[in-house]
């Protein structure tokens, strides 16, 4: 059970949009579409953003989108702002009951 | 409102077994999957486990030193972590599920392993 692969870093300017990748296996992101993301400031607990690879929590902006094509999931940012900084975790369901989550991705805003 | 606590030593020794708890409240635990999941210092997240309605199933990197338990009548959701190294260093957290992710989540409790 491997982490998925995230970069390890992203950045943009305000009212940019960003994506971040989430990559894994056929077996894993490509074989099911329950990839979620979580948003996690410095030393807070972390906050669902997405689920089930395009979906949005009550709350959450409508500028978190999520998209997957193959073994690869994408969160999008649009209109990239200050409050957006953090870091962005991929997880993805992979068979047998079992979770893996992606290495992580700073996202830095200029 | 739905609230996660956990708590637990936050010391415990090479060799030992780390036992944390997590308090719930605004909601029946026996409604709902419960996870933990821990992050290292600087690191990132990493799934340990989950529990439903007696059933748990484990990372299956950890699973011969895990064990996630519940206790209805307190609410409550519990971890144990055999034969620690500095390696399970981290904070952990509770979640709960809403389907296949974590809705819902814990402050977080720093665990250290060291003598």
């Known amino acids: 059970q491997s982490a998925l692969t995230q970069p390890a870093s992203v950045s943009g300017s305000p009212g940019q949009s960003i994506t971040i990748s989430c990559t894994g296996t056929s077996s894993d992101v490509g074989n099911y579409n329950l990839v979620s993301w979580y948003q996690q400031y410095p030393g807070k607990a972390p906050k669902l953003v997405l689920y089930g ?15 997957k094509s193959g073994s690869t999931a994408s969160l999008t940012i649009s209109g990239l702002q200050a ?21 992580g991705t700073k996202l830095t805003v200029l | 409102q739905v609230q ?17 708890t997590c308090t719930v409240s605004g909601v029946s635990i026996s409604s709902y999957f419960w996870s933990w999941v821990r992050q290292p210092p600087g ?10 309605s007696g059933s748990s199933r484990y990372n299956p990197s950890l699973k011969s030193r895990v064990t996630i338990s519940v206790d209805t009548s307190k609410n409550q959701v519990s971890l144990k972590l055999t034969s620690v190294t500095a390696a399970d260093t981290a904070v952990y957290y509770c979640a ?5 992710e974590f809705d819902y989540w814990g402050q977080g409790t720093l665990v250290t392993v060291s003598s």
């Open chain 1, 53 to 67: 690879v395009t979906k949005r929590p009550s709350g959450v902006s409508n500028r978190f989108s999520g998209s």
């Open chain 1, 83 to 103: 409050e957006d900084e953090a870091d962005y975790y991929c997880c993805s369901y992979v068979g047998s009951s079992t979770l893996v989550f992606g290495g």
């Open chain 2, 4 to 20: 996660l606590q956990e708590s637990g030593p936050g010391l415990v020794k090479p060799s030992e077994t780390l036992s944390l």
């Open chain 2, 43 to 52: 690191k990132g997240l990493e799934w340990i486990g989950y529990i439903y």
């Open chain 2, 96 to 100: 709960r599920h809403g389907d296949w």
